[in-house]
């Protein structure tokens, strides 16, 4: 009995001293993970970030890019002839007081991927520019030409011809990085030269406007220069170019982004062996699946891309069809609309993939050879509808009114001969309707999955819908050609 109360006493002062432990590392700011046994265990932040920048400074670079503008008088006072003041705006405006066009310079950052002189930058540092140059750390410059670039991913692709291996670095994975880990920026903010920063990173997978976004989101200081420059990890990996702050001011509020390494390193090795991308395309229009829209089709979950439109091309091609929702890509799960659209991009042109869709309850597999999206792209027509506002029709659904769609109805839009459906005359602002976008002119060409002509189709579609015990329809709606799924309720 003596040894087992020594053996608690001892178990005791243990989980103390841990405690002790924890505190104290609580208290001086120190970094704590949960450890193995459950408690938690510290991790001390760096003591100093100088070992690191000075192995990982000598592959940055400041880049300065040149062109050539137009003069313009825009936004310059407008004084009465004879002004005192007339010799020096005119100096002001044009120092070379000949109304000639004259060259702009703007500054940027990048970094060193390979001795042989391949850099990587931002698309807007260098947009338009004619003459590029680029300073290393050493002090040394030297001209730059451009091999390719991606504005939707806003990276480019430099080269320089040097004499001796140049210093490099190598990229990260980006998706090892945790919230919270401790990252360096580097590059040239405000035109002031040589810079580090330091801070975490805040958030990930975030997106701005791009259809391909994964920005890393960071407190270190990021500011006008610093675009195109690295965002490193410890081990001194690049893990995200720097591309775009959130500010009120213009200024670092500790809100900068960086486009993740995993990302940037698909696009790199493109540029650099063909000049320009080369993404997967599957040829379909595609649209979340929300819970309304997971209720309508009587999905589980409200997961995968629900497919609203299959025009010619290889979605076509394997079988695919309107109202498919799109649950998993070459293997992998698909959780949404981004999710599946860069794992098409990611994929190899050419490439035929397995891809399965659930299908009026039942799952389909699919084989799609996969076509490129930029040449896609350029074949694409842009045409846009011309709008109407036709007379207002009498027969009111779901907060919808409903026309019939005659021949002159067609000719007014601009609708291809052949178009079909109900279209949507007025829309009650207090509906549900209104508040999930659909609008005067929009177009009804599907309801509960099936094709509507006539008010009557409508109104059954909505009956069985309501004897099926279900508390919303889904509606297939176009809008200048463009389609997308509306979940209304029918309660």
């Known amino acids: 009995m003596q040894s087992k109360a020594i053996s608690i006493e001892l178990e005791h002062q243990g989980l103390r001293q841990r405690a002790l432990k924890l505190m104290g590392a609580l208290l001086l700011g120190v970094a ?27 592959s940055v670079v400041n880049i300065t890019t040149s062109a050539v503008v137009e003069a313009s008088t825009e936004n310059m006072p407008q004084l009465p002839e004879g ?74 692709l430099l080269k320089v011809e040097s004499s001796k291996p140049l210093p490099f670095v190598n990229f990260g994975n980006s998706d090892l990085m945790r919230v ?41 200081a990021i500011n006008k220069g610093n675009s195109g420059g690295p965002l490193f990890n410890m081990d001194g990996q690049v893990i995200g170019v720097n591309t775009a702050i959130l500010s009120p001011t213009g200024g670092s509020i500790g809100i900068g982004f960086s486009m993740a390494s995993n990302v940037v390193t698909k696009v790199v090795d493109q540029l650099r062996q063909f000049g320009e991308t080369r993404r997967g395309w599957l040829g379909v229009r595609i649209q979340d699946v929300t819970p309304d829209v997971a209720e309508a089709m009587s999905l589980g979950t409200a997961t995968g891309a629900l497919v609203t439109d299959v025009p010619d091309g290889p979605a076509k091609d394997s079988g695919m069809l309107a109202g498919d929702v799109i649950t998993s890509f070459d293997g992998k799960e698909i959780k949404d609309v981004r999710d599946l659209t860069r794992r098409v991009a990611d994929a190899p042109v050419g490439q035929a993939v397995k891809v399965i869709v659930l299908r009026e309850g039942k799952s389909e597999t699919l ?119 509306v979940a209304l309720s029918v309660e």
């Not at 193995?36 to 100093?48: F, K, N, T």
């Not at 005359?425 to 976008?437: C, P």
């Not at 177009?443 to 999955?449: K, V, W």
């Open 367 to 485: 084989a799609v050879t996969l076509g490129r999206r930029e040449e896609a792209e350029a074949a694409e027509a842009s045409t846009t509808q011309p709008g109407a506002d036709p007379a207002p029709a009498a027969t009111e659904m779901l907060g919808l009114t409903v026309a019939p769609l005659t021949d002159e109805r067609i000719a007014e839009l601009g609708l291809p001969a052949e178009a079909q459906g109900l279209l949507i005359t007025k829309v009650d602002g207090t509906s549900e309707a209104f508040s999930k976008g659909l609008r005067d002119g929009d177009l009804i060409t599907e309801a509960g999955q099936q094709k509507v002509t006539s008010v009557q189709d409508l109104q059954a579609r909505i009956s069985e819908a309501k004897e099926a015990g279900r508390k919303s329809i889904l509606l297939l709606i176009r809008r200048e050609g463009e389609p997308r799924f």
């Open 83 to 156: 002004s005192p003041f007339q010799d020096f705006f005119d100096q002001f405006q044009n120092p070379d007081g000949n109304g000639e066009p004259r060259r702009s310079e703007a500054l940027g950052s990048g970094f060193v991927i390979s001795e042989d002189g391949y850099i990587v930058t931002n698309n807007h540092v260098i947009e338009g520019a004619d003459e590029i140059e680029i300073e290393f750390f050493s002090g040394d410059r030297l001209p730059a030409k451009l091999v390719g670039t991606d504005p939707k991913t806003d990276i480019a």
């Open 180 to 220: 919270g880990d401790w990252v360096l920026a580097m590059g040239n903010p405000l035109g002031q030269g040589f810079s580090v920063s330091s801070g975490i990173v805040s958030a990930r997978n975030r997106a701005l406007s791009g259809t391909y976004d994964d920005y890393i989101q960071t407190d270190a």
């Open 32 to 58: 704590v993970a949960i450890g193995p046994a459950g408690l938690v265990e510290a991790r001390a932040a760096p003591e100093s970030f100088a070992d690191l920048a000075e192995q990982i400074s000598p």
